[in-house]
């Protein structure tokens, strides 16, 4: 039996709560080339150097074909040397994630040559090999006391591509490895790392797709994702990797298991991860680790291809640290405070439909829909509104955020009535009229017509306050839509309703008749306007303010998630300090308490006594 377990949606060992904070690792000397050109000494001393410097997990990379140069031929050898390596980590106080199917690494596929191309999801042949040397693997690591997680493949989704696995392909996958894999290590937590297109891409590979799965796990890369993050100094730059971690969350325990930033300085690496780091564990993450331990002298492949993936460590090559390196001991060193701040549930659900991220199969499907709920979720956090991202039932919500929705299912909508029938408050704007429309019974409207000619509706007003909108970035033609059983409250430019009011059941529904959300995907749109505002003034008429508020948009406010949050986590994701007074309510009781946190930095507040 392993000693980690995961309960409440949080990670614990031997019946502690664990929280996971470290690096994944390669050798600075043979780089992917561990278990060949094998140095026990070096990898002694790094995990030694890794423990020393504050962390507490390692993960590491099985790369198949050093492992099984021949199909059915393992080399006891190179098992003998995975079994030392966590045996160190365990000596060192460290907990391993170990990759097992590494073939893609770095841009780069380092395959079996036996393999010849054909699928690890649907050829029978290749599904056997995983299955034998899953099996060998969990044998070889039986009685090992370090071992947080087996991490079915880094990536994996990139070495497959055609035939492409269907999303039960990738299911089933999932569940006949985890099956083998618990079978030879009774308890031993599963998961699978995926990059960012498992969240805002039409991957397969994803949280939405990791049932069989113990956790989710996330990578978070700006540098490779869609959203118009205009740089790794952005406010969205810093903001990517907890949304992935609140996303992941909406369907099992989420767990950072690559962190970091390509192609900048050393300076801007550091305020990277470390206003990243500290936002994903205080918004639910089992566990950061950053990319990578130190700078990579090998110069073979896949750094012959790609040198740059050389310099992306904590450390240079000569062992001295990087400013990275303090930035993650500082969150390390914080770690149970930060993580143990995001508790309870909040009052706001951010609805995922079953739907969003289907795609086009065909002309009639809509796009993927999942960058709207990264804007949104982004808004609520620019208006200090805590927010849970939910997939399933809405029970117990007194707001749901449903935004620029292309795809609602009968299943959608029924829960949505549901949540209008127990007297909640919906907020949901139309990111397609065919299929993103929720119905005039809940929208109190009637579409009209469309337009590809939006003169007259470039933008909006709700009284004194006017956003525009970009149909263009909304991937959407303008669209009248015209009152029945609603209330007009905000008008486009040519007079025709913008956002209805009308009654359902026992609760209320705002319907905007724009892709609110997603004509944010513009650079510098969604930080240079008030665009958090609409939300703000949604929650004001659905009766919920934030509970911990202040005046800076580019400050997040993770509170402690109970009815009076006594605690927050405070991140300034701007590139300047801030100086701002943190607004604590507690009934009709407002404190403020003035808080100064550096740029890309954070600090743990507690609220003043006197708020009761």
Not at 113 to 135: H, N, V, Y
Request: charged share 25%.
């Amino acid at each position: 039996m392993t000693g980690f377990t995961v309960r409440d949606g949080r990670l614990w060992r031997d019946g502690e709560r664990f929280v996971a904070v470290g690096v994944d690792y390669h050798p600075s000397g043979a780089g992917c080339r561990i278990w060949t050109d094998w140095d026990p000494a070096a990898i002694e001393r790094d995990l030694r150097e890794i423990a020393d410097a504050g962390f507490s997990a390692v993960r590491f990379f099985v790369f198949w074909r050093d492992f099984e140069p021949e199909p059915g031929r393992l080399l006891p050898e190179a098992l003998a040397r995975l079994r030392h390596t966590v045996e160190c980590a365990a000596s060192a106080g460290l907990a391993c994630v170990v990759s097992l199917f590494t073939i893609w690494m770095n841009g780069q596929l380092l395959d079996p040559a036996w393999r010849r191309g054909r699928s690890l999801f649907l050829d029978a042949d290749m599904l056997t090999r995983q299955e034998e040397f899953a099996a060998a693997v969990g044998r070889e690591l039986r009685g090992t006391t370090a071992l947080l997680a087996i991490d079915l493949g880094d990536e994996i989704g990139n070495v497959s591509p055609d035939p492409a696995p269907s999303a039960a392909d990738v299911a089933a996958w999932h569940h006949r490895l985890a099956a083998v894999l618990r079978r030879e290590l009774p308890g031993v937590l599963v998961t699978q790392a995926n990059d960012v297109s498992g969240v805002l891409g039409q991957s397969v590979f994803g949280p939405a797709n990791s049932a069989a799965l113990d956790m989710i796990s996330v990578h978070g890369f700006p540098t490779w994702s869609p959203g118009s993050i205009e740089s790794t100094a952005a406010y969205k730059a810093t903001s990517l990797a907890p949304f992935l971690v609140r996303f992941a969350a909406a369907y099992g325990v989420p767990f950072v298991d690559e962190l970091g930033a390509y192609g900048v300085d050393e300076e801007v690496a550091a305020h990277y991860l470390r206003a990243a780091a500290a936002s994903s564990l205080a918004n639910g993450a089992a566990g950061v680790l950053a990319w990578c331990w130190q700078d990579i002298a090998s110069v073979v492949e896949p750094y012959s291809r790609h040198p740059s993936e050389r310099f992306v460590g904590l450390r240079h090559l000569d062992g001295t640290a990087k400013p990275a390196l303090t930035a993650l001991r500082k969150v390390a060193g914080a770690a149970r405070e930060l993580s143990d701040v995001r508790r309870g549930r909040a009052r706001i659900a951010l609805y995922v439909p079953e739907r969003t991220r289907a795609g086009g199969a065909s002309y009639l499907d809509p796009e993927p829909g999942t960058l709207a709920t990264f804007y949104a979720h982004l808004l609520l956090k620019r208006a200090h509104l805590d927010a849970d991202i939910v997939s399933g039932d809405l029970d117990g919500y007194r707001l749901v955020v449903c935004p620029s929705a292309t795809m609602l299912t009968m299943t959608d909508l029924e829960r949505l009535r549901r949540h209008l029938d127990s007297g909640g408050f919906l907020f949901c704007s139309m990111g397609d009229r065919l299929h993103g429309f929720p119905g005039e019974d809940i929208a109190g409207a009637r579409l009209v017509d469309f337009s590809l000619l939006p003169d007259g509706k470039t933008g909006f007003r709700w009284g004194a306050d006017a956003w525009p909108v970009d149909w263009d970035a909304g991937r959407a033609p303008a669209v009248t839509v015209r009152t029945t059983t609603g209330t007009c409250l905000g008008r486009f430019g040519d007079g025709t309703p913008a956002l209805v009011l009308n009654e359902v059941g026992e609760g209320r529904v705002l319907f905007c008749a724009a892709p609110f959300e997603r004509q944010l995907d513009r650079p510098g749109r969604l930080t240079s306007g008030n665009a958090e505002h609409l939300y703000r003034r949604v929650a004001e008429l659905a009766g919920i303010p934030a509970d911990v508020d202040c005046a800076d948009p580019d400050v997040e406010i993770v509170p402690d998630g109970t009815d009076r949050p006594r605690r927050a986590v405070v991140i300034n994701h701007g590139t300047a300090p801030a100086r701002v007074d943190l607004v604590w309510r507690a009934g009709r009781q407002h404190v403020r308490v003035p808080v100064s946190v550096g740029a890309k930095d954070w600090c743990v507040v507690d609220r003043p006594a006197t708020a009761g």
